[in-house]
């Protein structure tokens, strides 16, 4: 009896030790979990895949699906109707306004391009920064220059066209300004539009002037013609349009700014869309579309022209 008890014992201890063996074995693969290795390489596949894509090299149909805009398809496009050649109304034979420039040509071109409807916005200069600021266009063309401390409100297309700066005067007052040192002096009313790079350059060349700054270049034009400014910084294309029409009016001097030409603001935070309207300012100027606005835009902004916004009626003010 005491050796069958021993034997029991013995077996007991030996299954025991079976059971806690068995413990040690590792667990077979079920697919619930992949192995460390396979979670590593799962692990940086999806950081590559947050990497941001490179939109700049993709084509524009890779473009179209990933463009967002204010309006599901359409391009919002606020502009500042006072800045001929850019944007302006050209008055038809039956006395209709009709927004012309070759800011609008382009804005057409590249909705075209990017298969948008087109929307306008006019509206003041430093209401066309705003609307592009707080996101409520897709787009800011206006002759705008690509000023780096504009960059924390919008992003900047490629320039579209190289124009350059120059300081206004009537024929009258041309040999009070020989140089730019002559038109910083107390004496002086000098004007820039609100909020356009032009003030800077005023605060810049001309610091111990009066600046009057007027939202308008056609009231700066006004004040000018009036005797009532001394000179004014314009923007040179549309420093022509208006010389062409005023021959009171002359360019006196070339105005150095370190940026010399012309972008299109896209709102922020939108790659895809600056992308594709990269992408339709190269086919433009590449195809001679560009061009051929200019010459069309300089053409009509030397006939019967009416420059800021329209009544409520969708007529020139008187």
């Known amino acids: 009896m005491k050796k069958l008890l021993t034997l029991l014992l013995a077996l007991a201890m030996v299954l025991s030790l079976a059971a806690c063996g068995g413990g040690d074995k590792p667990a077979e693969n079920t697919g619930d979990s992949a192995p460390a290795g396979d979670n590593q390489d799962a692990a940086s596949g999806d950081a590559a895949g947050d990497a941001e894509p490179d939109y700049a090299s993709m084509t524009i149909d890779e473009l179209k699906p990933l463009i967002q805009t204010v309006t599901d398809g359409t391009l919002t496009v606020a502009t500042s109707p006072d800045f001929a050649p850019y944007e302006f109304y050209a008055i038809d034979d039956a006395g209709k306004p009709d927004l012309a420039g070759f800011d609008i040509a382009l804005a057409n071109y590249i909705a075209e391009f990017l298969g948008l409807k087109l929307e306008f916005t006019p509206i003041d200069f430093d209401g066309v920064l705003m609307e592009v600021q707080t996101k409520s266009a897709d787009l800011g063309m206006a002759g705008l220059s690509p000023d780096p401390k504009r960059m924390n409100i919008m992003d900047f297309s490629?320039?579209?066209?190289?124009?350059?700066?120059?300081?206004?005067?009537?024929?009258?007052?041309?040999?009070?300004?020989?140089?730019?040192?002559?038109?910083?002096?107390?004496?002086?009313?000098?004007?820039?539009?609100?909020?356009?790079?032009?003030?800077?350059?005023?605060?810049?060349n001309s610091p111990d002037a009066d600046i009057i700054q007027l939202a308008k270049v056609t009231d700066i034009i006004s004040e000018l013609l009036g005797g009532k400014m001394d000179g004014a910084y314009i923007e040179t294309a549309v420093a022509e349009s208006y010389a062409k029409n005023y021959p009171d009016l002359c360019i006196i001097l070339d105005v150095p700014y370190e940026v010399s030409?012309?972008?299109?603001?896209?709102?922020?935070?939108?790659?895809?869309?600056?992308?594709?309207?990269?992408?339709?300012?190269?086919?433009?100027?590449?195809?001679?579309?560009?061009?051929?606005?200019?010459?069309?835009a300089n053409e009509l902004a030397s006939g019967d022209v009416y420059e800021g916004l329209l009544d409520t009626e969708g007529n020139a003010a008187a």
């Open 158 to 204: 490629d320039i579209y066209y190289k124009g350059g700066q120059s300081f206004v005067c009537l024929q009258s007052n041309q040999d009070l300004f020989p140089d730019l040192e002559s038109t910083n002096k107390a004496e002086y009313q000098i004007g820039a539009q609100v909020g356009s790079i032009q003030v800077d350059l005023a605060e810049t």
């Open 261 to 296: 030409g012309s972008s299109i603001g896209v709102v922020k935070d939108n790659p895809a869309l600056l992308a594709a309207v990269n992408l339709a300012i190269a086919a433009a100027l590449e195809d001679g579309s560009m061009d051929q606005f200019v010459a069309e």
